[in-house]
């Protein structure tokens, strides 16, 4: 049998980087999360890069980035056009 791997998902939006940072630890501290997932679109997507690297070179150094992917969302917008937007998952495991 495959080992169950729990994971928890951040989702990155506005709030300051800290704010996440703080999540992501509390996630990996108080969860049995072996993992957290960092997920952003658009223009949070600089501050997800920022915030796991926070959490890995100043808080946590035991956790390692383990999958950066990358894709781009259809979203329909109020007035009925799409859009194409780019959208980031990075995972931290300990």
Request: charged share 30%; net charge positive.
């Amino acid at each position: 049998m495959a080992e169950s791997i729990e994971k928890d998902i951040v989702y990155i939006g506005n709030k300051p980087q800290m704010s996440y940072v703080l999540a992501v630890i509390t996630q990996f501290n108080e969860g049995k999360a072996s993992e957290v997932v960092l997920k952003a679109r658009g223009r949070a997507i600089s501050r997800t890069v920022d915030v796991a690297e926070i959490v890995k070179n100043k808080f946590m150094p035991n956790v390692k980035i383990d999958d950066i992917r990358t894709s781009t969302e259809a979203i329909t917008r109020e007035d009925g056009t799409a859009s194409n937007v780019s959208a980031i998952e990075i995972t931290l495991r300990k």
